[in-house]
Nanobody
Framework: QVQLVESGGGLVQAGGSLRLSCAAS????????MGWFRQAPGKEREFVAR????????YYADSVKGRYIISRDSAKNTVDLQMNSLKPEDTAVYYC????????????????WGQGTQVTVSS
C-alpha cells in the first residue's frame, strides 16, 4: 500500500502562484509514477500532470502546459506541483495520484489517491 498526503492548497488571485506538495509513504517508490488530477464542482476528475520515478519524463494536460511544473524528490518521496499564472478556471480540488510501473491519464488508471487539497483562484 502507498499513502499519499497533499498540502499547499489555498486561495490566490488570478495571475498568482501556488505550490502543492504530495508526500508518499509505504512501499518502495522507485517504480512509482506519480502525478496530479483535479476536480472542479460538477465536473469529472481530470488529469493535470505526471512524472516517472526518475523525475525525467513529465507529461502535462494541454490546459496547464507552460504554466504548471511537476517535480519529484525521490530521496524524500515527494512530488510537487508549481502552479503559475493561475486562472479562475483552475479552481478545483487537486488530488495526488500514483500507480506502479505504468503511466496514467484517466482516473480509472490510478491505483492510489490522496485526500485532496482545495485550490481557489479569484478573478
Amino acid at each position: 500500500q502507498v499513502q499519499l498526503v497533499e498540502s499547499g492548497g489555498g486561495l490566490v488571485q488570478a495571475g498568482g502562484s501556488l505550490r502543492l506538495s504530495c508526500a508518499a509513504s509505504g512501499r518502495s517508490f522507485s517504480p512509482l509514477v506519480m502525478g496530479w488530477f483535479r476536480q472542479a464542482p460538477g465536473k469529472e476528475r481530470e488529469f493535470v500532470a505526471r512524472i516517472v520515478w526518475n523525475g525525467i519524463t513529465r507529461y502535462y494536460a494541454d490546459s496547464v502546459k507552460g504554466r504548471y511544473i511537476i517535480s519529484r524528490d525521490s530521496a524524500k518521496n515527494t512530488v510537487d506541483l508549481q502552479m503559475n499564472s493561475l486562472k479562475p478556471e483552475d479552481t478545483a480540488v487537486y488530488y495526488c495520484a500514483a500507480r506502479y510501473n505504468s503511466d496514467f491519464s484517466t482516473q480509472d488508471d490510478v491505483k492510489y489517491w490522496g485526500q485532496g487539497t482545495q485550490v481557489t483562484v479569484s478573478s
